[in-house]
């Protein structure tokens, strides 16, 4: 079955961190580039970080940058979504995708991160 499952979200105070793992089976997770967006109530889906295939280059929102690390450990199928200095407008459900040209794309469930003291 083709599949992404994240885990890692939670309650978090402003400051703090996270780390969200995204986890692959079904497919070669290997050749996809990995993308993590975020969607917060009432606001379209955006696109937060992305890492290519071989995990040689990361692209970031300017709102994450500096505090997000995106990373992937293709032996374990897995990519990872550090999250530092997490901040209120941070709250959101974030999703894993898994896409490749010309072979379509694989949608996570998502994880739901909230900031908030």
């Known amino acids: 079955q083709v599949q992404l499952v994240e885990s890692g979200g939670g309650l978090v105070q402003p400051g703090g961190s996270l780390r969200l793992s995204c986890a692959a089976s079904g497919f070669t997770f290997s050749i996809y580039v990995v993308n993590w967006y975020r969607q917060a109530p009432e606001k379209e889906r955006e696109l937060v970080a992305s890492i290519t295939a071989a995990g040689g280059s990361t692209n970031y929102a300017d709102s994450v940058k500096g505090r997000f690390t995106i990373s992937r450990d293709n032996a374990k199928n897995t990519v990872y979504l550090r999250m530092n200095s997490l901040k209120p407008e941070d709250t959101a459900v974030y999703y894993c995708?898994?896409?490749?040209?010309?072979?379509?794309?694989?949608w996570g469930q998502g994880t739901l991160v909230t900031v908030s003291s």
């Open positions: 995708n898994a896409k490749r040209t010309n072979a379509g794309e694989v």
